[in-house]
């Protein structure tokens, strides 16, 4: 296990006595092992398609280490970019890893590192881009924009070619949604969203282009992030106590697994986080393992 690498300290800062637990977690709960502790804040790791190596990001930075944290971490060079929120996916080569920035814009990195290259578009009303999700044949983001102006804001799902090209819009609500990811098969899109009851997210899929939507939980938690497993067999979430608003950080969570349509929902794990816990897709490859990020704290 590496212990206390040094990042910057931007971005959130961990409550006094907090660290930061990247941990790997079989499918059923067993086999806990944390590669990584860290006195500052860590979010959102996922793993290399050849399951080398766990992508993160830490005070604007993004970030490698060893699978099994023997070595690293790293920092990817990102050029004149040091701002980058917890929102990135990685091709399905494992090429590239897109990038949202907390200049409102998606950006495509090599995973080796260099110069950023501008996916999003401008708008002429506020459009700040969120990523979540890359089909499986990498030709396309799926991500949620903030539009509007402070007080009127909507939060949807759009997707945009990988390449760059026009956004399209697949929800136009006013309840929020978040987190859109794309099945292994590509046929679906997984989201959370508040469209069933105001101020209470739970978890949806729609088909690709939109249509077709299905709600997967109603239970009286809050439910975030579902991500589908790269075999197409299961979907981790992250599942906050009733009446939570958002998803914050420092709360007692549950990691769930369900199947794909909703059935045989169960706890994995317990742990105090939230925010940065699981925010994007972090199975392995071999669809038995996945990554987390704990924040135990003296409370």
């Known amino acids: 296990m590496t212990t206390k690498p040094i990042f910057s300290r ?21 086999n806990r092992q944390v590669i990584l502790t860290a006195d500052e804040v860590i979010e959102a790791p996922n793993w290399m398609p050849d399951a080398s190596t766990l992508i993160f990001n830490a005070g604007g930075d993004i ?12 920092r990817i060079e990102t050029g004149a970019l040091r701002d980058f929120n917890n929102d990135h996916v990685l091709s399905p080569d494992g090429r590239t890893i897109y990038l949202s920035s907390n200049d409102g814009h998606l950006h495509a990195v090599p995973v080796v590192g260099g110069e950023p290259r501008r996916v999003s578009n401008s708008h002429s009303t506020p459009h700040h881009y969120y990523l979540h999700g890359i089909s ?16 009127r804001k909507r ?3 759009f997707t945009i070619p990988a390449a760059g090209g ?6 136009d609500l006013s309840a929020p949604h978040d987190g859109p990811e794309y099945s292994a098969d590509g046929e679906w899109i997984y989201f959370n969203s508040e469209r069933a009851s105001p101020g209470h997210a739970q978890c949806f ?12 939980t109603f239970d009286e938690r809050v439910n975030w992030f579902p991500h589908p497993s790269p075999d197409g067999k299961w979907v981790v979430y992250l599942s906050y106590p009733p009446g ?18 909703g059935e045989d929902q169960h706890d994995i794990v317990a ?13 392995a490859p071999d669809s038995q393992r996945f990554a987390y990020v704990a924040y135990p704290a003296v409370r």
Do not use: C
Not at 10 to 30: F, K, M, N, W
Not at 136 to 151: F, H
Not at 166 to 171: A, H, N, S, V
Not at 244 to 260: C, E, F, N, Q, S
């Open 10 to 30: 931007q971005g959130r800062a961990p409550r006094p006595g907090q660290r930061s637990e990247l941990t790997v977690i079989d499918r059923d709960g067993a």
């Open 63 to 74: 970030w490698r280490i060893v699978a099994d944290g023997s070595e690293g971490p790293s």
């Open 136 to 151: 499986p044949d990498g030709g396309t983001l799926s991500y949620v924009a903030v539009e509007g102006p402070a007080g």
């Open 155 to 157: 939060v949807n799902i």
């Open 166 to 171: 026009p956004d399209t819009r697949l929800t």
């Open 205 to 216: 899929r729609m088909r690709a282009d939109g249509t077709g939507i299905e709600q997967l």
């Open 244 to 261: 939570t608003p958002g998803h914050p950080a420092d709360k007692d969570v549950i990691l769930r697994l369900m199947l794909p349509n």
């Open 271 to 283: 742990l105090f986080g939230g925010q940065g816990t699981i925010n994007v897709n972090s199975w």
